[in-house]
């Protein structure tokens, strides 16, 4: 148990359809990360947070997406008119006291 | 984006043996990591290597953090089942920037 829940695991759309999804680390943790991973290949980062600035953003986080983290503590991201390319599993990482990145179980998410 | 070249890319052995498994980068990088992920499941971070040179164990795996600061390995001695999964290396710049992942090296386990 990394201390991570993300929900929903699991979530299918139509193509068009807004999707949000969300990530609780337990703890608190200073920094947060946003990944993407696709079949077959390995994550993919989209962007972090530093309690609750968002620092960098990734070439892959086209403007359909949005991230915040209100209160340096959870973090929602946002997909508006949804995309098949935006199937993947997206995935978030707080880092703990060492700055490592301990990833949550993830959001399958699955656009029709 | 930019990735890690991990090999091999798959590995099928019986029970009780060995496994290497290799990343390299044309980058140099100041960490780097190994997960294992189950389907349908996060990655599971198994060690973490910050030194060039160090080597580090945990349990079954030992990893070790190349000399030249682009390359680690990961070997798993006298496998069992339960080590059936994807291992992802990963590398890390500064201290706190994203993670490269490679693509991974998924590993079966016969018993």
């Known amino acids: 148990d990394t201390g991570v829940s993300q929900d929903p695991r699991h979530k299918i759309t139509k193509r068009g359809q807004n999707v949000t999804f969300r990530c609780d680390p337990i703890?608190?943790?200073?920094?947060l990360y946003w990944y993407r991973q696709t079949l077959g290949q390995g994550p993919e980062f989209l962007t972090y947070f530093q309690n609750e600035a968002q620092l960098e953003k990734s070439r892959l986080l086209s403007d359909r997406f949005s991230a915040e983290r209100p209160k340096g503590s959870f973090s929602t991201l946002e997909i508006q008119r949804t995309e098949q390319g935006d199937s993947a599993m997206y995935l978030c990482?707080?880092?703990?006291?060492?700055?490592?990145?301990?990833f949550g179980p993830g959001t399958r998410l699955t656009v029709l | 984006g930019q990735q890690l070249n991990q090999s091999p890319q798959s590995m099928f052995i019986q029970e009780g043996e060995d496994v290497s498994m290799n990343c390299t980068s044309s980058?140099?990088?100041?960490?780097w990591l190994w997960y294992k992920q189950d389907p349908g499941e996060g990655p599971v971070l198994l060690i973490a290597?910050?030194?060039?040179?160090e080597l580090t164990s945990n349990g079954r795996l030992t990893a070790q953090f190349g000399i030249t600061r682009k390359d680690s390995f990961l070997n798993i001695s006298a496998s069992i089942p339960s080590d059936v999964g994807i291992y992802f290396c990963a590398g890390q710049g500064q201290a706190g920037t994203a993670l490269i992942f490679g693509k991974g090296t998924t590993l079966s386990v016969s018993s």
């Open positions: 703890s608190e943790h200073n920094r």
């Open positions: 990482a707080p880092t703990g006291a060492g700055n490592e990145q301990f």
């Open positions: 980058s140099i990088f100041n960490t």
């Open positions: 290597l910050y030194k060039a040179g």
